[in-house]
């Protein structure tokens, strides 16, 4: 069974940082890429930012600089790094098996929320 599990996810002010991991099984995390989503109320799914198979990555362009996603080979963990956080970033986290350079996702986590309060 393909599972996905977020973490890291919390309440900060703005300007700070915070460290969301998804963890998958090692077959998982070795022959899938892996994207990273966010869903705010009121608003739709969009993508954050991608990685493929080996260290490719891509970004949604409005969020490159402040977001930097990375693979933890050691612990079959996917890992996303936001920085200079804003309010308007607040929003529910997603990682999902993607199609590789695409935002096209089949199998979600459940998702770790972060708040970012000015």
């Known amino acids: 069974q393909v599972r996905l599990v977020e973490s890291g996810g919390g309440s900060v002010q703005a300007g700070g940082s915070l460290r969301l991991s998804c963890a998958a099984s090692?077959?998982?995390?070795?022959?899938?890429?892996i994207g990273w989503f966010r869903q705010a109320p009121g608003k739709e799914r969009e993508g954050v930012a991608g990685?493929?198979?080996?260290?490719?990555?891509y970004y949604a362009d409005s969020l490159k600089g402040r977001f930097t996603i990375s693979r933890d080979n050691a612990k079959n963990t996917v890992n996303l790094q936001l920085n200079s956080l804003k309010p308007e970033d607040t929003a529910m986290y997603y990682c999902?098996?993607?199609?590789?350079?695409?935002?096209?996702?089949?199998?979600w986590g459940q998702g770790t929320q972060v708040t970012v309060s000015s």
């Open positions: 990685v493929d198979i080996s260290t490719g990555t």
């Open positions: 999902a098996i993607v199609a590789c350079g695409t935002w096209r996702a089949n199998v």
């Open positions: 090692r077959d998982t995390y070795s022959t899938n890429c």
